[in-house]
């Protein structure tokens, strides 16, 4: 009870060490890391076995759990209990020695991740970690001295008996005894009443796996130092020291989420979507018109409105209610066959050419047969019925020379054609 007693403030201790660096919040991202492992514990010491042991071949099982919580994208601390037994036995003709003992260890440690992004990125699926620490341990060794007949004895050649070698007749009285492995005797020293406690020096090294944004395994390995040598009950040369193989799962509560780009903290990108840059009051995601002037009406498009639906916008159009189906210039006035034919005996063919094809030097002959070639290997269209006539040298083909004169013949009454007839010609000559 009083062990128990002494070991509560200990306990206490180590815990308020990392909710004081956590500073403890109720949000679950501020909460530590929570695990929990098992595997074998190893003692080594001064009882060394059997010849041919291994530190793994007295082994016994053990479990803990462990708190964890990162100060920092390179550093955490953590606090570890962990429960178990260690035991070793050696007979030979030298020495008969055993003990086993309970295990109780809690330590808090400064703990290094390297996925940390500056030796290993943070999204990788496994990273080795390392921890250096400092605990509280309490022991209790027993030995198993003698079975329900009795005591041991051991002889000098290796054998246990039911009775001393120096008693009288034992050669041919005494009897060959098993131990039965049961460890009962409270073991102490002859000469000194030591401590069943210690500090210890916890190390562990181990790799962690990342099953799932908020579950992590862990393989690891702990090599624990210790500041007494009477763990074993024996005391000769250095401290007796543990060694812990493990495998264990870890849960966190907030799962890593990438670093935040602090440059556009201060953004707010939805207004993203309310940005309305001509100022019509329709949001440039859904204005088909950008750029319209201020003031000028728009319709649900952002588009500027069209009444008479010319194609030149109300605010531009100095004839609102021009009648459907007829040409309009810039202004969107109707174009008579009078204003049609004055602009066509303003433009020539030459500049016609020049318009199309912007050389100034292009002849008429050249420029007939860059469109004869571009007919005979590309054109499908056939000359319109309206305009056969004017095909005077019957070659299929409406040369620069006979649009001018139809432009002619239209002005000398020559044709019946109308101006809109002449417009579509010099287009029909270029679409050859």
């Given amino acids: 009870m009083n062990k128990k007693i002494t070991l509560l403030p200990i306990i206490a201790a180590l815990l308020f060490s990392v909710t004081t660096v956590a500073q403890k919040t109720s949000s679950l991202e501020k909460m530590p890391s929570i695990g929990v492992h098992g595997g074998a514990m190893s003692y080594l010491g001064d009882i060394k076995g059997s010849k041919g042991s291994t530190i793994f071949t007295y082994w016994k099982p053990a479990y803990g759990f462990y708190l964890e919580k990162k100060i920092g994208s390179i550093f955490g601390v953590s606090v570890n209990g962990t429960f178990g037994k260690v035991s070793k036995s050696q007979l030979d003709e030298q020495l008969f020695a055993n003990f086993e003992t309970t295990i109780m260890n809690f330590d808090a440690n400064l703990l290094l991740d390297f996925d940390n992004g500056k030796v290993i990125n943070e999204a990788s699926l496994f990273a ?48 060959v ?27 562990r090294f181990g790799l962690k796996f990342k099953l799932s944004p908020n579950v992590d395994a862990r393989l690891g390995v702990a090599y624990i130092l210790t500041f007494t040598d009477y763990i074993d ?18 849960y966190n509560f907030s799962s890593a989420a990438p670093k935040k ?11 993203l979507d309310k940005i309305d840059s001509d100022g019509d009051g329709v949001k440039d995601e859904d204005d ?38 007829v040409t309009v210039n810039s202004d969107g006035v109707t174009l008579t066959d009078e204003m049609i034919a004055k602009r066509l005996s303003d433009m020539d063919s ?64 020559e044709v019946d054609l109308t101006a809109k007839d002449l417009h579509e010609l010099i287009d029909f000559y270029f679409e050859q």
């Fill in 350 to 413: 030459v500049e016609v050419e020049r318009r199309v094809f912007k050389a100034d030097d292009l002849s008429r002959e050249d420029l007939d047969a860059i469109q004869r070639e571009f007919a005979e290997t590309n054109s499908t269209t056939a000359i319109p019925e309206k305009y056969k006539s004017l095909d005077a040298d019957n070659d299929n083909f409406i040369s620069a020379k006979e649009v001018t004169n139809a432009i002619d013949m239209f002005f000398e009454g």
């Fill in 128 to 175: 080795p970690y390392f921890s250096i620490g400092f605990g509280y341990l309490s022991f209790n060794p027993k030995g198993d001295l003698e079975n329900s007949n009795g005591k041991y004895y051991h002889w000098s050649d290796g054998t246990l008996r039911n009775m001393s070698e120096l008693t009288p007749g034992a050669d041919t009285s005494s009897t």
């Fill in 233 to 250: 009950n024996i005391k000769d040369g250095g401290n007796d020291n543990l060694f812990y193989t493990s495998f264990g799962m870890q």
């Fill in 288 to 325: 088909l018109c950008q750029n319209t002037p201020k003031g000028v009406k728009v319709n649900s498009k952002g588009c500027p409105l069209d009444g008479d639906k010319d194609g030149v916008p109300d605010y531009k159009d100095k004839e609102l209610n021009t009648p459907e189906n």
């Fill in 261 to 271: 780009d602090d440059r556009y903290k201060d953004f707010d990108f939805s207004s």
């Fill in 177 to 203: 005894v098993l131990r039965d492995y049961s460890y009962e005797s409270d073991l102490k020293d002859s000469t000194a009443n030591y401590s069943k406690t210690s500090f210890t020096l916890p190390l």
